[in-house]
């Protein structure tokens, strides 16, 4: 499968402060990336539909002022959590779609986010 | 929109024992159906994936699962479990006529005594 990278693994921070998470593809380019939030023994909540070059599509219920997903090259998209509250903590994890071809993604380590 | 339901939250079996996972979708159109692991500490693995043809679908590890279009299932099996298929199992469906995004069901927690 393919490889893909998130950074940080594992960040904790203040709440009122803004974090940024990074996913890189390194296979592949990736005209679309995934996010998604996953709560303690729960599963995969998509978040966001990040596209190269354009604004991300966002799921019903979730903030886009809040997460702000900016997908500026074709190997790379980064959600930024504005003003971080203790109730955002949580692991993301991104996913990458191939560019072409079957709908097949891969997925990240996932970050860990946790907000004192 | 697509859902995908997951009917066993906690499985416990012991070694060497059969096992079946159940998943049903809810789409009226053509699907890709996906089952993932996640294994203690471990990132999101892709176990196997269905997209067209025989619907039995061998995946690694000795993982099989059959799509069953009449009933909406796509259940997971394997015929004998060892204690490092540990981990965590999540049914995945995307409406392959609509959109790309893949949306998961809430996850199988599988624990093999040894």
């Known amino acids: 499968g393919a490889v893909v990278s998130q950074h940080p693994s594992w960040v904790i921070c203040k709440s009122g402060t803004s974090v940024k998470i990074e996913c890189r593809s390194l296979d592949f380019q990736a005209t679309t990336m995934f996010w998604y939030r996953q709560f303690p023994k729960q599963s995969l909540m998509l978040m966001a539909t990040?596209?190269?070059?354009?604004?991300?599509?966002?799921e019903q219920g979730v903030e886009k002022d809040k997460f702000l997903i900016n997908h500026a090259s074709l190997t790379l998209s980064t959600l930024t959590v504005t003003s971080a509250h203790p109730e955002d903590s949580s692991f993301y994890i991104c996913s990458v779609r191939r560019t072409s071809g079957i709908n097949e993604q891969f997925f990240g380590p996932g970050t860990r986010l946790t907000v004192l | 929109a697509q859902s995908v339901s997951q009917h066993n939250h906690h499985v416990i079996l012991s070694e060497a024992a059969s096992l079946e996972l159940g998943c049903n979708y809810s789409y009226g159109g053509t699907v890709n159906l996906f089952w993932y692991v996640q294994y203690p500490g471990q990132h999101l693995q892709l176990l196997l994936k269905?997209?067209?043809?025989?619907?039995l679908v061998k995946g690694i590890k000795g993982f099989e699962a059959e799509f069953i279009k009449s009933k909406f299932s796509f259940n997971l099996r394997k015929p004998s479990v060892q204690w490092s298929d540990t981990a965590e199992y999540f049914c995945a469906v995307n409406a392959r006529d609509r959109d790309d995004k893949i949306i998961f069901g809430k996850g199988t927690r599988l624990h093999i005594l040894p």
């Open positions: 269905y997209f067209s043809g025989d619907p």
């Open positions: 990040s596209n190269e070059g354009s604004k991300a599509t966002y």
